[in-house]
């Protein structure tokens, strides 16, 4: 039963993700936290590693997503064969819609890339994505990503600022940044 809810989630994740896996965030922790499958914790630190491991964000979570959540629902999908199943699943699930959306409509689009109809559909969509995106930043600040206490808290609104600036106005390179926050997480806390 909980593989099928997972497809049904991701197809729903895969299906209306418009604008990549940042973009998905919020679709999938309404579909996977707000069941209860995984804990908000849980579905923060997958956020980081998708994050940092190589591959689309979106893909990733589903993986690792795909891999927790049946033991998570229930012991007796405790197994790890039952999470590579899940992993498989989910993964597989949440591209599906995007290959079959591309295959079909690549050919129209090209087609029809200068019609009206069709830029006023990718200018409807542009601002959706951007809000989406705002609403994934939104997500993740929440006390499993900033802690409860008053110094945990201003901590980690420092090194975001700092993250934030270092790579926007200094333009120092994402990677660094991630090793000098881990260092700097390693001190702190």
């Given at each position: ?148 206490e008053n110094t945990q808290v201003l901590w980690s609104i420092v090194l975001c600022i700092a993250a934030f600036v270092l790579v926007y106005w200094v333009k120092w390179h994402p990677i660094l940044i991630i090793c000098l926050a881990g ?7």
């Amino acid at each position: 039963m909980i593989y099928i809810k997972l497809i049904w989630s991701y197809l729903k994740i895969g299906l209306f993700g418009f604008g990549g896996g940042y973009a998905m965030l919020a679709l999938i922790e309404r579909e996977i936290v707000g069941p209860g499958w995984i804990t908000e914790q849980m579905f923060t630190d997958i956020v980081a590693i998708s994050q940092m491991t190589p591959g689309p964000i979106g893909i990733n979570s589903a993986t690792y997503i795909g891999y927790v959540a049946p033991a998570e629902y229930s012991d007796a999908f405790a197994s790890p064969l039952y999470g590579i199943l899940g992993s498989l699943i989910c993964t597989l699930v949440v591209v599906l819609p995007s290959f079959i959306l591309v295959a079909f409509t690549s050919h129209l689009i090209r087609r029809h890339k200068d019609s009206v109809v069709v830029k006023g559909i990718f200018a409807g969509l542009r601002p959706v994505v951007v809000g989406l995106i705002v609403s994934a930043a939104l997500l993740l600040m929440n006390s499993a990503n900033f802690g409860e206490e008053n110094t945990q808290v201003l901590w980690s609104i420092v090194l975001c600022i700092a993250a934030f600036v270092l790579v926007y106005w200094v333009k120092w390179h994402p990677i660094l940044i991630i090793c000098l926050a881990g260092f700097a997480g390693w001190i702190i806390y």
